[in-house]
């Protein structure tokens, strides 16, 4: 899944976001079900083993990206601070909520719950979130390995920038809402936070200082999609060349959906888990070796990407 298979996969979160909307329109105006035994109950028990494996992987896959967030950018040190082997404490609830992060109340503990109804739980200490995101409760952050209870990595999945929650126990914590775009969420500042952009720093040809200085223009429910091709982190009149994260849902039968205008769904989901999320898996466009246009993609390559496992090698390593 993470390797040859991975382009392939990135469909199917695609067959659930459409869905959402699908599915609720089909149960407005045909609320039966078909007979069983039937080739209809046959097409509908595909379309929705379908819809539920898009939502797994939609919500808890990673496809490898975690080698970039935490082996490349150490992003889970800053998260975790001496606990993950980093330095300081960590980032506490309260920061995370602050920064845009969301909590699945469905996937909190109860006894978590409980504590955050009284006001006996800290969310000032980091280890709380250390806590939650073991719980798998902060929706789009996936922990990996570890021992004693604590992951020792952690990968972002498409959930992290197109879910949100209804704030119905709290601000920031309620029941999930897949598709909707986190426009509290501040990846910039998030990802300013890794204790190594080298990464990022050489492939656009600036020092780190530069690089957080970049992320840290963004703001809230912003992202910059097109900075690792053309290196251009501010618009003309000085402001941040950032865009709104787009929905991920409504989408069926719009095939040109992305606010550039590039490709269809399919593969502006393809772009972003190889070149944005840096994830396992194969891209191919050719303009993106059009060293005026997007000088940076050209020089790394990006426009025929194959990554991970023993389909290539690791352009983030």
Known sequence: MRTKYA?????????????????????RTNPSAAPPGTFDAVIEQNHGDLFNLGRQIFRGDTF?????????????????????????????PATALAVGLKLDVDQVPRNVLAALANKSI?????????????????IGVVPFGGGGGQPQT????CAFCHSTVDDSFAPGIGHRLDGWPNRDLNVGAIVALSP?????ANLLQVDQTTVRTVLNSWGPGKFDAELF?????????????ATLIPPAFGLAGVNMHTYTGWGSVPYWNAFVANLEMHGSGVFYDPRLSDKTQFPVA????????????????DKWK
């Open 196 to 200: 190594d952009l080298s990464a990022v």
């Open 298 to 313: 050209a020089r790394a390559g990006f426009g025929n990407v194959r990554t991970g496992g023993d389909d290539g090698i």
């Open 122 to 138: 800290d969310l000032n200490d980091p280890a709380n979130t250390l806590a939650l995101i073991n719980a798998k409760s902060v």
């Open 64 to 92: 490898g990206d975690e080698r970039f967030w935490s082996d490349t950018l150490k992003l889970h040190q800053a998260i975790g601070g001496v606990r993950f082997g980093g330095v300081g404490p960590g980032v506490s």
């Open 7 to 27: 382009a392939a996969a990135l469909l199917l979160p695609l067959t659930f976001v459409m869905g959402l909307s699908l599915m609720l329109r089909a149960q």
């Open 154 to 157: 952690i990968g972002l999945t």
């Open 229 to 241: 091709l053309d290196g251009k982190a501010f618009r003309p009149d000085g402001k941040t060349a």
